[in-house]
T-cell receptor
Framework: QQQVKQSPQSLIVQKGGIPIINCAYENTAFDYFPWYQQFPGKGPALLIAIRPDVSEKKEGRFTISFNKSAKQFSLHIMDSQPGDSATYFCAASMAENAGNMLTFGGGTRLMVKP | DGGITQSPKYLFRKEGQNVTLSCEQNLNHDAMYWYRQDPGQGLRLIYYSQIVNDFQKGDIAEGYSVSREKKESFPLTVTSAQKNPTAFYLC??????????FGQGTRLTVV
């Protein structure tokens, strides 16, 4: 049973555009929501993360928006660049789950055209 | 340099052969994980360990085995019982305060 649903599966934008990737979760016990960026042949790297006590978090060109009542969160990439072309995964975990075991979304393959 | 080291980067397995993938971390994390990633797909959990000498099956544990004799090490053995082992294997570790950190992966191919 997939507990974190991610959309879209793929996304193409022009350079400078603002791709938005959405995730929805079911388990209200989740309290940590990270995003990972993965380049081909590499391991995923932690990009940005949010906890449900805030509705938005920004780090550089990356912003997470969080809607607790809707059980949804999204990643926005401002002024996207060709170097942002990668696969992005959202995830969720709960603090009571020792080690913060993550449940991942299915991934979004982003292509930013020059 | 703190991090997670996976080796080898590429591995070739013959039919019916067992192979072991190495994962070492120096982050002092208690929890470690193994994921499988197929082309264009997401991450599927194979096994995880929250403490030394203890581990639990994930969603796709059949045909795989692990051990956790040391906090730093969590090797994965792909046995001959795994009929479709060609994939990208990712090891990760985490604490209760931060998200998981991943190694650079091992690409396993059956020849």
């Amino acid at each position: 049973q997939q507990q974190v649903k991610q959309s879209p599966q793929s996304l193409i934008v022009q350079k400078g555009g603002i791709p938005i990737i959405n995730c929805a979760y079911e388990n209200t016990a989740f309290d940590y929501f990270p995003w990972y960026q993965q380049f081909p042949g590499k391991g995923p790297a932690l990009l940005i993360a949010i906890r449900p006590d805030v509705s938005e978090k920004k780090e550089g060109r990356f912003t997470i928006s969080f809607n607790k009542s809707a059980k949804q969160f999204s990643l926005h990439i401002m002024d996207s660049q060709p170097g942002d072309s990668a696969t992005y995964f959202c995830a969720a975990s709960m603090a009571e789950n020792a080690g913060n075991m993550l449940t991942f979304g299915g991934g979004t393959r982003l292509m930013v055209k020059p | 340099d703190g991090g997670i080291t996976q080796s080898p980067k590429y591995l070739f397995r013959k039919e019916g052969q067992n192979v072991t993938l190495s994962c070492e971390q120096n982050l002092n994390h208690d929890a470690m994980y193994w994921y499988r990633q197929d082309p264009g797909q997401g991450l599927r959990l194979i096994y995880y360990s929250q403490i030394v000498n203890d581990f639990q099956k994930g969603d796709i544990a059949e045909g795989y085995s692990v051990s956790r004799e040391k906090k730093e090490s969590f090797p994965l053995t792909v046995t001959s019982a795994q009929k479709n082992p060609t994939a990208f294997y990712l090891c990760a570790s985490s604490t209760s305060d931060l998200g998981a950190f991943f190694g650079q992966g091992t690409r396993l191919t059956v020849v």
